[in-house]
């Protein structure tokens, strides 16, 4: 079985440029997890998706930072226009439907995003 | 709310010796509770976790945790460290019922082991 895909894995910009990240899940899996992972932090859940509906955004700032999955499927995270503290990695998770909370998350690489 | 709290950010152990990492939870209802293992430029990787029914749990690597309701504690062990241990360690929880079952993570803990 493919684990969750992630690109670029390493990207450099600078502040006030855009960038996107790309995340391809699991095959059959429903739910997909974008999280932020600051360096010396555990990571940071920024939106969850439940087939091409969001569950839960509560943590994405609106204001720089979008997400969508179209055709429920993969996953595309664009942060404009990107901040120094938007360093981090970016990490793409999946998860099946049944069991729900008892359920794994299957994590992708990682994007590690650096903002110059 | 739900938060973890990992003791230590920087554990280190002689290869051979026993591991143990700590983790306290906070959750107002039955948390499930996690923990991963991070490598170096890697995502993380499931190495066990506690849902319901028997309170010790046995993972991948030789690993387990002991679930403690009365100590909110989930703490990793494995009995003899390997070279092969050494990486980032995240404890998380989440819980039952309606919501989103997003998973709140702790801080990690890095684990060195010396030969």
């Known amino acids: 079985e493919a684990g969750v895909a992630q690109s670029p894995r390493y990207k450099i910009i600078e502040k006030r440029q855009s960038v996107a990240f790309w995340c391809n899940p699991i095959?059959?899996?429903?739910?997909l997890y974008w999280y932020q992972q600051i360096l010396g932090q555990g990571p940071k859940l920024l939106i969850q998706f439940q087939n091409n509906g969001v569950v839960d955004d509560s943590q994405l700032p609106k204001d720089r930072f979008s997400a969508e999955r179209l055709k429920g499927v993969d996953s595309t995270l664009k942060i404009q226009p990107a901040k120094l503290e938007d360093s981090a990695v970016y990490l793409c998770?999946?998860?099946?439907?049944?069991?729900?909370?008892?359920?794994?998350?299957?994590f992708g690489p990682g994007t590690r995003l650096t903002v110059l | 709310a739900q938060s973890v709290t990992q003791l230590g950010s920087h554990v280190s152990v002689s290869e051979g010796a026993l591991v143990l990492l700590r983790c306290n939870y906070s959750?107002?209802?039955?948390?499930?509770l996690f923990w991963y293992v991070q490598y170096p430029n890697q995502g993380l990787q499931l190495l066990l976790k506690?849902?319901?029914?028997?309170?010790l749990v046995k993972g991948i690597n030789g690993f387990e945790a002991e679930f403690k309701k009365s100590e909110t504690s989930f703490h990793l062990t494995k009995p003899s460290a390997h070279m092969s241990d050494a990486a980032e360690y995240f404890c998380a929880v989440t819980h039952s019922g309606a919501g989103s079952y997003q998973l709140t993570f702790g801080k990690g803990t890095k684990l060195s082991v010396i030969p």
């Open positions: 095959s059959g899996h429903a739910t």
């Open positions: 506690y849902t319901t029914g028997a309170t």
């Open positions: 959750s107002s209802v039955p948390p499930y």
């Open positions: 998770a999946s998860s099946s439907l049944r069991g729900q909370g008892g359920n794994e998350q299957f």
